[in-house]
């Protein structure tokens, strides 16, 4: 039973195009993420949905457009596709946002999509 | 200015030795925490340490925490051929809530 599956695995498409990557979670978690990590293995947050609310948005081109259905549902959707969006990007959930002594903050990864723009 | 960086950016060591890793940050933090990440594979959280702790031990794992000079380590002892992976710290601020800030990676390669 995969915690945090995500899909496709492997994207190889042109400039220009439209693409979505899918995750879903069956953790029950509250808190969901998507991170991008580039070819030096830096991996910074992008966005955050905590019960299908936004409440991160990095510095993101408004060409990624995360949608989440439901709580366990969280999509990415990218527009007018460029060379630098190559990266893997990796789902990630979290039980929620509080600080209490239950919640610590664990982040439970995807096994990421690798995306490559020609 | 990046939270979390970590050295050294590669390690390399024979079986059976210890591995030390070290990330430093920048910020007051709630807690931070160890991830591996083996080739092609997402994250595992490997420990968390708070802010109000020191030392922290699990299994072949030691993380020490210094809030005076905002940085830790990981210990590896006896390790393995399959601890070959990179390793992240990642830091929860005191302000930011939920978002976790990850360091640069270490890459780790255990000789058999």
């Known amino acids: 039973d995969t915690a945090v599956s995500q899909t496709p695995k492997y994207l190889v498409t042109q400039m220009g195009n439209d693409k979505s990557i899918k995750c879903e979670q069956n953790l029950g978690h509250d808190t969901m993420y998507w991170y991008k990590q580039d070819s030096k293995k830096f991996l910074k947050i992008m966005f955050s949905?905590?019960?299908?609310?936004?409440?991160i948005n990095e510095t993101v081109p408004n060409r990624f457009s995360p949608k989440s259905p439901d709580k366990a549902h969280l999509n990415l959707h990218i527009n007018s596709l460029e060379l630098g969006d190559s990266a893997v990007y990796f789902c990630?959930?979290?039980?929620?946002?509080?600080?209490?002594?239950?919640?610590?903050?664990?982040?439970?990864f995807g096994e990421g999509s690798r995306l490559t723009v020609l | 200015s990046q939270q979390g960086e970590e050295d050294p950016q590669a390690l390399s060591i024979q079986e059976g030795e210890n591995a030390t890793m070290n990330c430093s940050y920048k910020?007051?933090?709630?807690?931070l925490q160890w991830y591996r990440q083996n080739s092609g594979r997402g994250l595992v959280h490997l420990i968390l340490i708070r802010s109000n702790e020191r030392e922290k031990h699990s299994g072949r794992l030691r993380v020490t925490l210094d809030t005076s000079k905002k940085s830790s380590s990981l210990l590896i002892t006896a390790s393995r051929a399959a601890d070959t992976a990179s390793y992240f710290c990642a830091t929860s601020l005191m302000t930011s809530g939920s978002r976790l800030t990850f360091g640069e990676g270490t890459q780790l390669t255990v000789n058999p």
């Open positions: 910020t007051s933090i709630n807690n």
């Open positions: 949905y905590n019960n299908k609310e936004l409440i």
């Open positions: 990630a959930s979290s039980p929620g946002l509080g600080q209490g002594a239950n919640n610590t903050g664990e982040l439970f």
